[in-house]
C-alpha cells in the first residue's frame, strides 16, 4: 500500500466554542493566547517541538481502523466504542474494535495484533498513558498514523492528533460547581465552613492531574481560608488519586473516611472525579446512615446514564457531560487527515505537550449538569430519551 508523508503542519488554530458540547457556534481563527486557559501539565516537556511529527497518509479509500479502547467496565467508554467503530463503518473503513479491560499488557498485545494485521490507522484511549512507547514506535515504523482518543499518549512522538475534551476545564467545572452550589463566598464571610473530601483519576491519565488542578483551581483558596476543611488532609493529586479509576477503591476509601474522620460530623462534600467514584460514595454513604437529610453534595463525570438517574433521585448531585458521540465526530476528521490528508478541525496547539511533542488537538467543552438543567442538557440534545431517564 502507498503511503505519503504529509508536508503540511497546521499553522492556524482554532479557539473553542463555548457552546455545548463540541459541535456548533462559531470559531475564531487566530491562535490562542500563549498561557490562555490551561498550560501542559506533565513535566520535562522542555525538549517538545511545537508541533507534532507530520502524520502519514495513506492516500487510498476505506482502509482498515484499529480502534484501541481501555474498558468496558464504564458506560462511556462502551458508547465512545461504538460511536467511533459506527462512524468509521458508515465512511466505508474496516473497524477493528477492542477493549482491554483496564490490563496494560492486554491493550499492547491488542494493538500489536492491529498493526500486524497492518492496520492503515490507529485510534487509542490507553489505559495507561504511558505504558505503551513500544507498540506506538512499533506503528510509526510500520508507518501508521495514531490519533490519541480522549487520553493524550505520553512520551512518544508517534502521535499525529489528539481528540478529548477541555481536560483541566472539567475541573474547573466541578470545582465552580461546589462553589456555587453551596455559596462558598456567603459562608466565607458568614465565617461558616463545609466539609470536603476528594476522590480524584488515575495517576497514569493526563486527564486526571488536570482535572485535579482545575479544581483546586478553584477551591484552594477556600481551604486555604478554613471555608473548606478536609479532615482527613488529603487534598493533593498524590494523596488523592485512584489508580485506574477504580469504583471499589474510592468506595473503600469512603468507607475508611466516615469512619474514622466522620462518626461525630458529616460529610458535606464528596468531590469526585468520575461518576464511577460517585457510586462508590453513594453505597459507603449508605451504608454509614446517610438519609436525603444529611446527604452530601456529590460530584461525578460523564453524566453516565446511572449517574444522571442519580442525580434526579438525589443520590448524586451534579456530573459533568461529556458528548462522546461529537468526540468521536471530530476523531472521525482526524482519521479522515491521516488517511486522505485533509485537514482536521484542530483548536489547541499548545496545550498537550506529552513530554516529546505538543500534540494538535481539539477540545471539546465540558458542562456541568444537575437536576436543574440535566433535561435540558442531555435529552434536548438527543444524548439520551426521557424513557431512559424514566421521565
Ligand atoms: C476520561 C473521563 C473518564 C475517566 C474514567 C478519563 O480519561 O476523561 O471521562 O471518566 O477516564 O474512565
Redesign the pocket.
Known amino acids: 500500500m502507498k503511503r505519503k508523508v504529509l508536508s503540511t503542519i497546521l499553522a492556524v488554530s482554532m479557539v473553542a466554542t463555548m457552546v455545548v458540547g463540541c459541535g456548533g457556534g462559531s470559531t475564531q481563527t487566530e491562535a490562542p493566547a500563549a498561557d490562555a486557559g490551561t498550560e501542559a501539565p506533565a513535566e520535562g516537556g522542555d525538549n517538545a517541538q511545537a508541533e507534532a511529527p507530520a502524520p502519514v497518509a495513506a492516500d487510498k479509500e476505506g482502509g482498515k481502523v484499529g480502534v484501541a479502547m481501555?474498558?468496558q467496565s464504564?458506560e462511556?467508554?462502551i458508547k465512545d466504542g461504538g460511536n467511533m467503530k459506527e462512524k468509521l463503518e458508515a465512511m466505508g473503513y474496516e473497524v477493528d474494535l477492542q477493549y482491554a479491560e483496564d490490563d496494560v499488557q492486554m491493550q499492547v498485545s491488542q494493538i500489536e495484533n492491529m498493526i500486524a494485521a497492518e492496520a492503515d490507522c490507529l485510534v487509542i484511549?490507553a489505559v495507561d498513558s504511558g505504558a505503551l512507547t513500544t507498540v506506538e514506535a512499533q506503528a510509526k515504523e510500520a508507518g501508521i498514523p495514531i490519533i490519541a482518543y480522549?487520553?493524550l499518549l505520553m512520551d512518544t512522538d508517534a502521535v499525529s492528533y489528539y481528540a478529548?475534551?477541555d481536560?483541566e476545564g472539567?475541573g474547573t467545572a466541578i470545582g465552580e460547581y461546589i462553589k456555587t452550589a453551596k455559596d462558598l463566598d456567603a459562608a466565607k464571610a458568614a465565617g461558616e465552613s463545609y466539609t470536603i473530601e476528594f476522590f480524584m483519576?488515575?495517576p497514569d491519565?493526563n486527564?486526571?492531574v488536570l482535572l485535579h488542578k482545575g479544581v483546586m483551581g478553584v477551591l484552594q483558596p477556600y481551604l486555604d481560608d478554613g471555608t473548606l476543611v478536609c479532615k482527613t488532609g488529603r487534598t493533593s493529586f498524590d494523596e488523592t488519586c485512584i489508580l485506574r479509576?477504580s469504583q471499589e477503591t474510592a468506595q473503600q476509601w469512603c468507607e475508611n473516611y466516615l469512619t474514622g474522620f466522620y462518626a461525630d460530623e458529616d460529610l458535606d462534600i464528596a468531590c469526585t472525579?468520575?461518576?464511577?467514584f460517585a457510586y462508590g460514595v453513594k453505597a459507603a454513604l449508605q451504608g454509614a446512615g446517610y438519609t436525603a437529610d444529611n446527604w452530601p453534595l456529590v460530584t461525578g463525570?460523564?453524566a453516565e446514564l446511572m449517574a444522571c438517574k442519580n442525580i434526579l433521585d438525589g443520590t448524586q448531585t451534579a456530573s459533568i457531560f461529556?458528548d462522546t458521540g461529537l468526540l468521536a465526530d471530530k476523531c472521525v476528521t482526524m482519521v479522515e487527515a491521516v488517511m486522505k490528508g485533509s485537514e482536521p478541525e484542530i483548536n489547541d496547539t499548545t496545550t498537550y505537550d506529552n513530554n516529546v511533542v505538543v500534540v494538535p488537538s481539539y477540545l471539546c467543552t465540558p458542562v456541568a449538569v444537575d437536576k436543574t438543567n440535566l433535561e435540558e442538557v442531555v435529552v434536548d440534545s438527543g444524548y439520551y430519551t426521557a424513557a431512559d431517564l424514566g421521565l
Do not use: E, I, L, M
Open positions: 481501555p474498558t464504564s462511556r467508554w484511549a480522549d487520553r478529548s475534551f481536560n472539567v483519576g488515575s491519565d486527564n486526571a479509576w472525579a468520575f461518576d464511577g463525570q460523564d461529556k
